[in-house]
């Protein structure tokens, strides 16, 4: 699927760009395992989407680019691009793209040690998000913001039972989304999150509960990422159980 994707927006250089086409691009380029694969599908959207104008899909193609520089962890291209959105974003009062800006600043400030900074761009985050309109937008930023300010709390090694309480925070906004496929999708992340902070916990029962229905969630959508997540948080949980045959399984 990956080599398909890569040149589904080359091959349809030689006839006329579609804004459809190019959602369907970037909406795949999520279940590339390959990042950098991933990253050259997004990028190949974002060139499609200004060629055309298409702002919608030139917003949501840098948010995947964003993403795609977090998993390879390079913060500075992620951060790069994050301004790049930021700029267009508040031209069209996108209030859900300039949260998702803020997000994703959080976690690359996070990820570079700039605690404080990093929760004060959440702070950010969670009051122009207020503004959003669409509800299943506003809890799927909501659920990011609060997943966002347990990752802080993971980097500074904070009390766990702290994260916990914002990992269930974040869960307790993705419940509240209407489209149960991406109210699944986004629940399946935040359930592997709740499984490792259960581990960190000592609370195994609950890690394993909690990784099963993140796989259960992920395999129906067929994601391979978020069940590699869901089946390495199982494999921890067996492995602190000192049940090594099932964590090898």
């Given at each position: 699927m990956s080599s398909l994707l890569l040149s589904s927006l080359t091959k349809a250089s030689a006839q006329q760009y579609t804004s459809q086409k190019i959602d369907s691009v970037i909406s795949k380029?999520?279940?590339?395992?390959?990042?950098?694969?991933?990253?050259?599908?997004?990028?190949?959207?974002?060139?499609?989407?200004?060629?055309?104008?298409?702002?919608?899909?030139?917003?949501?193609?840098?948010?995947?680019?964003?993403?795609?520089?977090?998993?390879?962890?390079?913060?500075?291209?992620a951060l790069s691009n994050a301004e790049q959105l930021l700029t267009i974003a508040k031209k069209q009062n996108d209030y859900v793209h300039i949260t998702q800006v803020l997000i994703a600043k959080t976690l690359i400030y996070s990820y570079l040690g700039f605690f404080e900074k990093a929760y004060e761009i959440s702070i950010e985050a969670e009051n122009i998000c207020k503004h959003i309109s669409n509800q299943d937008e506003y809890y799927?930023?909501?659920?990011?913001?609060?997943?966002?300010?347990?990752?802080?709390q993971n980097q500074q090694f904070a009390n766990t039972k702290n994260t916990l309480k914002l990992d269930q925070q974040s869960v307790n906004f993705y419940k509240k989304i209407k489209d149960p496929k991406k109210r699944d999708a986004w629940l399946s992340i935040q359930y592997a999150s709740l499984g490792y902070t259960y581990i960190d916990l000592s609370d195994y029962n609950s890690?394993?509960?909690?990784?099963?229905?993140?796989?259960?969630?992920?395999?129906?959508?067929?994601?391979?990422?978020?069940?590699?997540?869901a089946l390495f948080g199982l494999a921890n949980t067996y492995l602190e159980m000192n049940r090594t045959d099932s964590s090898v399984h």
């Open positions: 380029s999520y279940y590339i395992v390959d990042r950098n694969i991933s990253l050259k599908t997004s990028s190949n959207a974002l060139k499609a989407s200004q060629k055309i104008g298409y702002y919608a899909g030139e917003a949501k193609a840098l948010k995947a680019i964003i993403n795609c520089y977090l998993g390879l962890g390079n913060q500075e291209k799927i930023c909501m659920g990011q913001i609060y997943s966002g300010r347990s990752e802080i890690a394993l509960y909690y990784n099963h229905k993140s796989y259960q969630l992920a395999k129906a959508d067929q994601d391979s990422i978020n069940q590699g997540f």
